[in-house]
């Protein structure tokens, strides 16, 4: 079973420093286990910069002559974590941008569908998370997903 880039406790002592936790700390310990392995599933499926510090490591981390993971990607982790935890779906978010029309009344609101937010379409539901993991990306405007 794969370990997640950040572990339970880097984790609880990155969000002991945050505001705003309860999906956190609301979470059992497996669901918070689980929610980092997704993290580091959806962050693993982006196209970064460089090459894996070794090449039959399973992770895309450490990446070069770093032996370590950076501490950006490792609270990256953490927010994308949160996030999960929050019910928050990068697939929903998705499909949630493309109702165009709101309205109550006479009063219409409309918004052009037809551009769906980077980090959404990478499969990083979290902006927080995905400022953190941009400077590791290879060309972050060209978003290459990959499933394996």
């Not at 945050?18 to 669901?31: E, F, G, I, K, Y």
């Not at 580091?40 to 002559?65: C, S």
């Not at 493309?98 to 009344?105: A, E, R």
Request: hydrophobic share 35%.
């Amino acid at each position: 079973l794969m370990d997640p880039y950040a572990s339970l406790s880097e984790a609880a002592t990155y969000f002991s420093e945050r505001l705003r936790t309860a999906p956190w700390d609301d979470a059992s310990q497996d669901d918070k286990l689980k929610a980092l392995k997704m993290a580091t599933r959806a962050i693993d499926r982006l196209n970064f910069a460089g090459y894996k510090h070794d090449a039959a490591q399973e992770f895309q981390f450490p990446r070069g002559d770093d032996t370590v993971v950076p501490q950006d990607v490792k609270d990256a982790c953490c927010e994308l974590a949160i996030t999960f935890l929050d019910d928050v779906d990068a697939d929903m978010e998705v499909e949630n941008l493309s109702n165009s029309q709101q309205g109550i009344g006479d009063a219409k609101t409309s918004r052009d569908t037809s551009y769906v937010q980077l980090h959404i379409r990478a499969g990083i539901p979290s902006i927080k998370a995905w400022s953190l993991l941009t400077p590791y990306l290879d060309d972050p405007r060209n978003v290459d997903v990959s499933r394996g």
